[in-house]
């Protein structure tokens, strides 16, 4: 299996409401992430999990919380968010940190209205 | 402060014409990689350069990293409709993380037939 698998692919929702975002891989990658990309721009950052533990949070605001229940899966749970915060949501995974290639999955196209 | 700057940001060329994208650096970077997005898809790993001056080639696509490890192309012979999307680079830049991949702001590639 050499894919990242991102569920689901599209959500709409509330401000007031709360999701979450699901990511899985069995590539048996050390590292994984999550990235915003807005409409024609690159990916940013947003947190890195490694070896289960958050290494890195870019500033990302409160409502977006990461979890990583084991070394295969990863979610992002959303609560109260912003039209702003309309985005393509993409996970990511990698063998470890600092090199080799990242493994994306197909995203999930979040819309908040 | 530090990025990872590409140029351009848009390309049109006429299919059987070469294309070339370009990336920059301010500071040395441990590693290049690259990456293809297609329209509405996710960013999918072509190629990661590690050593000073080295050259790698995918059938018609083409990647070079400086002598510096400061720059690094992308050159695409003879554009076929199948090359469409948009091409980025993405780097470790010094003082961040290992796990901090920074990716340039891409180059949008479209072929017309």
């Known amino acids: 299996d050499t894919e990242v698998t991102q569920t689901p692919k599209h959500l709409v929702m509330g401000m007031t409401n709360k999701k979450s975002l699901k990511c899985e891989q069995h590539?048996?990658?050390?590292?994984m992430y999550w990235y915003k990309q807005k409409a024609k721009k690159p990916p940013e950052l947003m947190f890195v999990?490694?070896?289960?533990?958050?290494?890195i949070n870019e500033s990302v605001p409160s409502r977006f919380s990461p979890e990583c229940p084991n070394s295969s899966l990863l979610n992002l749970h959303l609560h109260a968010l912003q039209p702003e915060d309309s985005a393509l949501y993409l996970c990511?995974?990698?063998?470890?940190?600092?090199?080799?290639?990242?493994?994306f999955g197909s995203g999930t196209r979040l819309t908040v209205v | 402060g530090q990025q990872v700057m590409q140029i351009p940001q848009y390309q049109h060329v006429q299919e059987g014409e070469d294309f070339t994208t370009y990336c920059n650096s301010s500071?040395?970077?441990?590693?290049i990689q690259w990456y293809k997005q297609r329209p509405g898809g996710h960013p999918v790993f072509l190629i990661q350069?590690?050593?000073?001056?080295e050259v790698k080639k995918q059938k018609r696509l083409t990647f070079q990293f400086g002598e510096a490890k400061k720059n690094s192309s992308l050159h695409i012979t003879a554009t076929q409709t199948t090359d469409v999307g948009t091409y980025f680079c993405?780097?470790?830049?010094?003082?961040?993380?290992?796990?901090?991949?920074?990716f340039g702001k891409g180059t949008k590639l479209s072929v017309i037939p």
């Open positions: 990511a995974s990698s063998l470890d940190g600092g090199g080799g290639g990242y493994t």
């Open positions: 590539m048996g990658h050390r590292a």
């Open positions: 999990y490694s070896y289960e533990k958050l290494s």
């Open positions: 500071t040395t970077l441990s590693n």
């Open positions: 350069l590690v050593k000073s001056g």
């Open positions: 993405a780097g470790f830049l010094p003082g961040a993380g290992s796990y901090q991949l920074t």
